[in-house]
């Protein structure tokens, strides 16, 4: 079935927004009088949400006293931080050019929640272009399961068959082949160490977002 959308993963696939994590968490440090970690050591578990950049930020246990105080206090910081730093990835403006050119649709599917996805879309000047935006609030069940990209499908009427699903996380491709997508799976996104996204069972496997143009090249001229 021919092309007729790319939806994306926001965290890692879209955006590049662990600047703004890592601000966040360095800033805390900051404030209790503790050295900077090394960045990377934040940007390694974006994927495991606050949860699990606070405990490899801060070496602590969730199960021990203070960790819930710290878990929110980066959430409640990050409320007024989301969109300062994050970016598009490289090459990522140039590929949603691409998409539109070509007439396409293209929305964001992520397991971030509404409170942040929203103004971040908004700020960047993303949301206007995206046709839709699905978060965990719009779900009953998040991503590994299908449920929010079978909902993308069915707001947007469009045959599962003919979407094309983008992510940084095996989450996503078992979320977009279960709710019977076609998946590419990324690796400039952020891909625990001893993760390999060639293991996932994605139909394409990218470097970069430049080399999905000949991916949604041979999906246009499939029939």
């Given at each position: 079935m ?7 993963d ?18 805390m440090?900051?404030?209790r ?16 949400g ?7 930020s ?16 980066f ?7 989301c ?12 590929l949603?050019?691409d998409?539109?050119?070509a007439?396409?649709?293209?929305g ?12 971040i ?7 206007e272009?995206s046709?839709i ?5 719009h779900v009953?069940?998040?991503?590994p399961d ?21 992510g940084?996380?095996l ?10 997508t ?6 400039y996104?952020?891909i ?8 996932w069972?994605?139909?394409v ?7 999905l ?9 499939s029939c």
């Amino acid at each position: 079935m021919r092309l007729r959308a790319v939806l994306f993963d926001m965290d890692g696939t879209l955006l590049d927004s662990a600047p703004d994590f890592i601000a966040i968490c360095q800033a805390m440090r900051a404030d209790r009088g503790l050295p900077p970690v090394d960045d990377k050591l934040i940007r390694d578990h974006v994927s495991g949400g606050a949860r699990a950049m606070i405990v490899n930020s801060f070496d602590i246990d969730p199960m021990s006293e203070g960790f819930e105080a710290l878990r929110l206090e980066f959430l409640e910081r990050y409320q007024d931080h989301c969109a300062v730093l994050t970016r598009p990835f490289d090459g990522m403006e140039a590929l949603l050019e691409d998409i539109e050119r070509a007439k396409l649709i293209w929305g964001v599917v992520t397991n971030k929640p509404l409170r942040f996805a929203e103004p971040i879309m908004q700020r960047l000047g993303l949301a206007e272009r995206s046709s839709i935006l699905i978060c965990p609030d719009h779900v009953t069940r998040s991503k590994p399961d299908p449920e929010p990209m079978t909902l993308a499908c069915t707001t947007l009427k469009l045959d599962p068959a003919s979407v094309l699903f983008v992510g940084d996380d095996l989450r996503d491709i078992e979320s977009g082949r279960a709710a019977g997508t076609k998946t590419a799976a990324v690796t400039y996104g952020y891909i625990h160490p001893d993760d390999n996204p060639r293991h996932w069972g994605a139909d394409v496997v990218v470097d970069h977002p430049l080399e999905l143009r000949a991916v949604l090249d041979q999906a246009l001229c499939s029939c």
